[in-house]
T-cell receptor, first 112, second 112 residues
């Protein structure tokens, strides 16, 4: 049973555009929602994260929007750049001492 | 060097052979994980460990064995490799009071 559903599987965006990746979860016990970024040949690395007590978190061009009632959260990349081309994973944790549940990933390609 | 390292980076093995993938971390993190990454499946958890001598199955444990005699090491063994185990394997570690997982560079395993 997939606990974190991520879409789309792949995404192509023009340089300067907005990239949007969506995730939905089922377990309301999740209380931490990170996004990981993975470049080819590298391991994933934490990009940005949010807790369900806030509806939005912004770090530079990256923003997480969180809708607790809908059990959905999304990553927005503003002014997308070719260097943002990577695979993005949304994830969820039940508490800080638990294993991370990952979505299936989105391969993002930014056209130059 | 501080961090988490995996070895080897690349491995080709024959069907039926035993192969061990190594993972070493220098932070003394309690939690360690093994994931496999396949196109269309994202990151799937194979095994994880909450501390030395404590291991537990993840989503896809069949055909794999782990051990954790020391906090810093978490080797993954394929007892009798099959072609379906051709994948990229990632090791990760996570501290007790830290929700961020740190990933190694990955091991690309090909079973022929």
């Amino acid at each position: 049973q997939q606990q974190v559903k991520q879409s789309p599987q792949s995404l192509i965006v023009q340089k300067g555009g907005i990239s949007i990746i969506n995730c939905a979860y089922e377990n309301t016990a999740f209380d931490y929602f990170p996004w990981y970024q993975q470049f080819p040949g590298k391991g994933p690395a934490l990009l940005i994260a949010i807790r369900p007590d806030v509806s939005e978190k912004k770090e530079g061009r990256f923003t997480i929007s969180f809708n607790k009632s809908a059990k959905q959260f999304s990553l927005h990349i503003m002014d997308s750049q070719p260097g943002d081309s990577a695979t993005y994973f949304c994830a969820a944790l039940m508490n800080r001492d638990d294993k991370i549940i990952f979505g299936k990933g989105t391969r993002l390609h930014i056209l130059p | 060097d501080a961090g988490i390292t995996q070895s080897p980076r690349y491995k080709i093995t024959e069907t039926g052979r035993q192969v061990t993938l190594m993972c070493h971390q220098t932070w003394s993190h309690s939690y360690m994980f093994w994931y496999r990454q396949d196109l269309g499946h994202g990151l799937r958890l194979i095994y994880y460990s909450a501390a030395a001598d404590i291991t537990d199955k993840g989503e896809v444990p069949d055909g794999y064995v782990v051990s954790r005699s020391k906090t810093e090491n978490f080797p993954l063994t394929l007892e009798s490799a099959t072609r379906s185990q051709t994948s990229v394997y990632f090791c990760a570690s996570q501290g007790d009071s830290n929700t961020e997982a740190f990933f190694g560079q990955g091991t690309r395993l090909t079973v022929v």
